[in-house]
């Protein structure tokens, strides 16, 4: 079968490569083969290129964390299962970790997949949706839904907000009641971004988002709860998190999930005291979260936004253009 390998860490161009030999995998026990109908990309998946500090990658390993499709083999000991279910996988193994990453994942024709892993694909949800949703989407739907965070009225400020999550966060922000303050790298990305819901748009290559919020909001003030936003979300980290610190009103919430700038930003402790903010952290996804996004996408309530849909062949190059930040949403490839 055809695949999308990576060899050894390093960068894109030169690790990754399609093979056209690779076996296709057996079930064997506790496990099914699934003919992947779609898979998507994670900014995850350039770490797992270029190597994260604590983690040992089995290589040669097919990336790809996010993937739906057809069960076409049941191993032993399956049950509840049968030949030509369409499922959802969540790509986290029980007990290894991350497909795409500890295992082989969904860029390829055919992958085997843990039982446990499996969730039903409602019909009316194609694969490029359910692939659309686990990493992005479902950890969004705990950011925000499971934890409770944002509520009708909010001022809830995306930074990076033309990603995955932070697309996802923008639609169900809005679906949750709130005032979206979308901040992307460009006009172009923001105005789509108002097409999906988004209240304001801040360019922040032009714009510094924590000035705007003061000229939008007002200063925040130590003792009352006016000026500033009431939620922010910020994956990003590095030079963004202090920022984001004094944009938010007395009480405020700062959301985080990652750290695509930097995990090691400068701080400043006394706006979290005299503020009396609240940092929340949002760790993954579990089935809750997926089976609720699912339902939502089947009754017509949630739509993923995908800026693109690729043959197995062009996938390397879907990565790239997630790694430079040139989409708008998740890109998918169809092997």
């Known amino acids: 079968m055809q695949a999308l390998v990576l060899d050894a860490h390093g960068t894109l161009e030169e690790q990754l490569r399609v093979v056209a ?165 460009s006009d172009e990305k923001g105005e789509r971004l108002k097409a999906l819901g988004a209240d304001h748009i801040i360019n922040y290559r032009e714009v510094d988002f924590g000035k705007w919020v003061i000229e939008r909001y007002g200063k925040p003030q130590r003792r009352t709860h006016e000026g500033g936003v009431d939620v922010i979300v910020n994956f990003t980290g590095g030079d963004t998190w202090l920022p984001s610190i004094k944009s938010l009103k007395r009480g405020g919430t700062l959301l985080v999930c990652g750290a695509t700038a930097g995990h090691d930003p400068k701080e400043d402790l006394r706006y979290v005291w005299s503020f009396e903010l609240n940092i929340k952290g949002s760790n993954s996804f579990y089935d809750d979260n997926l089976k609720a996004l699912l339902a939502l996408v089947a009754e017509g309530k949630l739509d993923p936004v995908i800026d693109s849909v690729l043959p197995l062949d062009q996938a390397a190059k879907g990565l790239a253009l997630i790694r430079d930040r040139a989409v708008l949403g998740k890109v998918v490839v169809t092997p």
């Open 21 to 185: 030999d690779k076996p296709v995998p057996k079930a064997d026990e506790g496990h099914v083969v699934i003919r992947v109908g779609a898979s998507s990309f994670n900014y995850h998946d350039v770490f797992t290129v270029h190597g994260m500090p604590g983690i040992k990658v089995p290589f040669p390993v097919v990336i790809g964390l996010d993937l739906a499709g057809t069960i076409t083999e049941l191993g032993a000991g399956v049950t509840g299962w049968k030949i030509g279910d369409r499922v959802l996988v969540n790509p986290l193994k029980p007990g290894v970790g991350l497909m795409g990453e500890m295992t082989d994942g969904g860029m390829a024709e055919f992958a085997r997949v843990d039982a446990r892993q499996l969730i039903a694909l409602p019909d009316n949800v194609t694969f490029a949706q359910a692939a659309a949703l686990p990493v992005a989407y479902g950890t969004a739907h705990r950011m925000l839904i499971t934890h409770q965070t944002v509520k009708p009225g909010d001022k809830v400020l995306v930074l990076g907000a033309s990603g995955g999550v932070g697309t996802a966060t923008v639609l169900l922000a809005k679906m949750l009641g709130a005032e979206v303050i979308a901040a992307a790298g």
